[in-house]
């Protein structure tokens, strides 16, 4: 007991060594996590609603074009899109000789991230729309509406309503995928947390301060989503019309 509880204290006491001598840095590269997830959910937005809107239109092409992106993006691992576009596209580019073509990390894992989660963002709004009632749709059209008024006015107010806690555990999901990117070199906070490992020799202290730091961020959007959800379905329970009893 006596030795597993110097081993504990000095295991704390090596991670508060690191936060003095780190702090900045895995701030700075929490930081960079957060801009490359805010970035890439911005984008997989308006990806996923493009592709969305898509799948729920009446065309047949448009359909098949947006269940292809969705089944190829879904289907291939986010490493290999990200290796692709940082590795693959430059050396495109250089083949039809631009010769100076480049892709900085930043960018490259910025569309590598919005692609992937733009598939799945794309299954969320598609959802979303369709878990409004058709009547909807229809009861626009029939006062005039355009099909994109009516979608841009009616449908999509209320289906975003819905989406909100499945578009927070996307950015959930986003912000854990962007540990992968360290591949490809951004400076994210896995990426830094290899770098702390290595100058320090301390792995086991490094990559529990590096989880802590994840845990903290996640823990607190998980909460923000429920709290999120529970308002709407309170929204909701008040926002339904109360039966009223026949006297008898």
Request: charged residues 15%.
């Amino acid at each position: 007991m006596e030795g597993s509880g110097f081993f504990f204290i000095k295991g704390v006491l090596r991670m508060i060594s690191i936060l003095q001598s780190y702090s900045t840095m895995l701030f700075r590269a929490l930081g960079y996590t957060l801009v490359l997830t805010v970035l890439a959910l911005i984008f997989a937005m308006i990806i996923g609603l493009i592709f969305a809107l898509m799948n729920v239109s009446h065309s047949r092409i448009l359909n098949i074009i947006g269940t292809v992106y969705v089944d190829a993006i879904r289907g291939v691992p986010l490493i290999v899109l990200a290796f692709f576009i940082y590795f693959g596209v430059p050396q495109a580019f250089k083949m039809m000789g631009f010769t100076s073509f480049r892709l900085p990390a930043l960018q490259a894992g910025t569309i590598a991230l919005a692609m992937n989660c733009g598939a799945y963002m794309a299954e969320i709004f598609r959802a979303g729309i369709e878990s409004i009632d058709k009547g909807q749709m229809e009861a626009s059209r029939s006062l005039g509406l355009t099909y994109g008024t009516s979608m841009k006015c009616v449908i999509l107010p209320q289906a975003f309503k819905v989406m909100i806690p499945s578009i927070i555990n996307q950015f959930i999901i986003t912000l854990k995928d962007t540990s992968i990117l360290s591949v490809i070199g951004y400076p994210e906070l896995t990426n830094m947390g290899r770098t702390i490992a290595g100058n320090t020799f301390l792995s086991l202290q490094t990559w529990a301060i590096v989880g802590v730091l994840y845990m903290i961020v996640i823990v607190s959007l998980s909460k923000a989503a429920k709290r999120i959800e529970r308002k709407i379905k309170i929204e909701d329970s008040e926002g339904k019309p109360r039966k009223r009893h026949r006297d008898q």
